[in-house]
């Protein structure tokens, strides 16, 4: 296997209380984002996921472990690395092509206005935004303003992209066609992703490959499932796939129960530096890897949560 | 119904104003009479209005008639005692503006340092806490001495009151700018210089100018003051000299020229202000 475009070492996340006492967020964290890869990170709320992403991004340091990014340690925030943040942070006091041209003008600050103004556009109409331009994002829809967020990101043209929870603040409908576009958008562009969700269905529709972390203090990622449906998914379709409700049970029990017990459950040949890797619905594990342990990788109960 | 909601706010107005002046009138109405105050009070208000034949107070309409000799002749100039109305407000303004804009040049690059380190904002808190609350006339002994002229001394007085609001409202917008959008410009590498002028400052500028609207009301209400007491030219000293020649309908003038031009620099503040405020 080549190196990853992203490889994450043994990161960790501590905090001194008031009492000096020190509190783990996580530790040993390590993974692996490869070129073109849409990677998922599933958890409950607390086990430091939106963490994870700053260190990723740059934004905030790591308490131990190291990030590389095409081989190189990452120190700080880069426009190799844009983030598509949950609140879509655009600025109110500029337009949607304001937005988008701050961001194009801080990658490419030599460009004349006409190259900018164009370069924008093309990635205005890419989120479908056309007609928007002049718009600010207070006369804009939560969904119109997560795409410029979007635009912007994907202006810059940046080697990844780093998502926290992008659609968890829209309605469902609006969620549902945003992450058809997504889904578009990264085929179209080639797109290397690492997103955090907490949906099982958005993880499943857009990911690659799913990184369950177990629940905090001291998260640590439980397993790696590996999405076994084909790549051209679409929201009406993906249901009907064979290996669809496998995959989606797994992660369910996985978020309900397993995420809790893991700490009494771990196996003895648990490596943090290679956790399983699994592929739901496949009757044989992935080469080289080994299952949950006391854990059918199959199940035929349908648990639902949603629906 | 629509025309109530139009109309029915001025018509009021007017109305509050038509009694306000019925109430003035019949106050100070003529009344004839023996002597009703005292000897001494009647040689210095003049015989007319110690018999009581007319009240020391003017009537509206004597007002009235004073301040339309002050619209139509603002601009005479009649010796160091004696100008037009128009000549002293704008002693006043020039006064006011030349303080202000000085604070401002002072304040607001002072008050974004402060704003974008918290251990700079600490530093100077005890300062800002100390020198806030003193009034701003407290310094015109002091501005007298060192400055040795009483039209600069006013400046300083102005450009003192005006300092504070607006270093604190400029601190205070600085270094609360949304954590999201410094995020947003980290990621996107942005350098220090292009962060303070594209980010902090359209994000803090509401703030700022609210600031800034303060202090411009502050250093209104501080001119006259600190006009009453140097003396000279402005409109302070314009109040106070008619004071000195007991003309209440000179005063009465003056104060509704103070408010008037108050309103007017509030409102100028508050029109910029809207400029540059953003819908979230």
Known sequence: MSDPLIRVEAIAKRFTGRDGADTTVFEDIHFGVEQGEFVCLIGHSGCGKTTI???????????DGYVFVGGREIRGPSLDRAVIFQSHALMPWLTVLG????AVTSRWPEWDKARVRAHCQKYIDLVHLTGAEKKRPAELSGGMKQRVGIARALAIQPKMLLMDEPFSALDALTRGMLQEEALRICAETHQTVFMITHDVD?????????????NGPRARIAEIVANTLPRSRSHDTVHKEPHYYPIRNHLVDFLVTRSKQFESSLSADYDPRHPPLVAPGLTEAAPGTTAAPGRPVEKAVVVSLRH | MKGLQLWGAPLLSVAILLVFLAVWHAATRQESGAQVVDAEYAKLVGAEAATGKKSAFPAPADVGRKLWEHVTDPFYDKGPNDKGIGIQLAFSIARVLSGFLLAALVAIPVGFLIGMSPLVYRAFDPFIQ???????LAWMPLALFTLKDSGVSSIFVIFICSMWPMLINTAFGVASVRREWLNVAKTLEVGHVRKAFRVILPAAAPTI?????????????????????VGGTGIGYFV??????????????????????????DQALARLTKLVTFPE
Do not use: H, Y
Not at chain 1, 53 to 63: D, Q, R, T, W, Y
Not at chain 1, 99 to 102: G, H, V, Y
Not at chain 1, 202 to 214: C, G
Not at chain 2, 209 to 229: D, F, H, K, Q
């Open chain 2, 240 to 265: 106070w000299n008619e004071w000195n020649n007991l003309s209440i309908a000179n005063i009465i003038s003056g104060i509704l020229a103070i408010g008037l031009v108050g309103m007017v620099l």
């Open chain 2, 209 to 229: 100018m609210t600031g800034m609207r303060i202090s411009i009301g502050i250093a209104w209400l501080v001119i006259v003051a600190a006009e009453m007491l």
């Open chain 1, 53 to 63: 992403l700053n260190i990723l991004a740059g934004l905030e340091p790591a308490s």
């Open chain 2, 130 to 136: 100390v020198l806030k609350p003193i009034s701003p």
């Open chain 1, 99 to 102: 937005n988008i041209a701050f």
């Open chain 1, 202 to 214: 958005e993880a499943i529709l857009l990911a690659d490959k799913i990184i369950l972390m177990t």
